[in-house]
């Protein structure tokens, strides 16, 4: 081997290009690995999305007594695992409508209509109602989205199909049999909020005047309220057209009235301890 001073002095690379091409390397490794973290950490945080829902649907259902939230969880991925996000009927719910029935709660049962952030507001402040989301089904996958594929065990949570994508998506299916559930035990005076800032406040198509008013039977239901909710401007009233539509649908023998309110005399009603339910409408 010749020895360093037998080469030419172009041979040797300078120090500076030494340090420079260290330098490089150290970079490009670098980079590497933070894309190897990176990606790791994309793949924990979609893995672990289920165990999100998972644990939000457990942790709601424990403020519940008397319930195996275990089993619960279980009867409810059971619906939709493994299956094409369109292609989830009602009827792959009724395990989980089997495992936690409802049950009955007469005169004070609450429906609503395009009035979800008013009704929960009201319920919240008092506890004359209950409505399907103080329910432990109800509770435990409000607001939520979830779905599954088709030759996969996993829950996902985003990617889903929305409510207008197709007709049997899982989280629409779900909302329609809890929602047709709770209405069949309905029984004594039953109560719905509807939207008064709106031109049609009943719709047939809805929930509660496709699914919920279809299930209230005279034997058990003996006369149905309608709150009709506006801002100070009331779009419509007691007297709109759309009301003739509901009494067709209600079921002949229960009794049917409707009452004009505000938004603000409900909100300073329901935030007075003294008053009863009754009188806010």
Known sequence: MESMESLDPGDVPPPEKRRSRRTCAFLGVACVLLLCVTVAVVMVTVRHKPDRL??????????????????????????????????VPWEAYDPLIAAAPFKPSCNRMMFWSKTKDVVQDFTEKRGCFLTLEETVLGSVLDGLSWCGKEGSSETFTSGCPGWGDCENNPVGSFWRRVSAAFADVACGDVT???????????????????????????????????????????????????????????????????????????????SDPEKPCGPCW
């Not at 998972?54 to 299956?83: H, N, P």
């Not at 009331?234 to 649908?249: G, H, P, R, W, Y």
Request: glycine share 6%; net charge negative.
């Open 192 to 270: 719905a909020m509807l939207n008064g800032s709106i031109e049609t406040p009943f719709s047939p198509t809805s929930i509660f005047g496709g699914i919920e008013l279809k299930m209230f039977n005279s034997s058990r239901v003996k006369s149905l309220s309608i709150v009709l909710v506006s801002q100070e401007n009331a779009v419509s009233n007691c007297t709109n057209a759309s009301f003739k539509d509901l009494q067709i649908e209600l079921d002949e023998g229960i009794k049917y009235n409707c009452t004009e309110v505000t938004e603000t005399q409900l909100n300073e009603c329901s």
């Open 54 to 87: 998972k644990g939000t649907f457990i942790s709601r259902c424990e403020l519940f007594q008397g319930y195996d939230c275990e089993m619960l969880w279980s009867a409810f991925k059971q619906a939709y695992v493994g299956k094409d996000p369109c292609k």
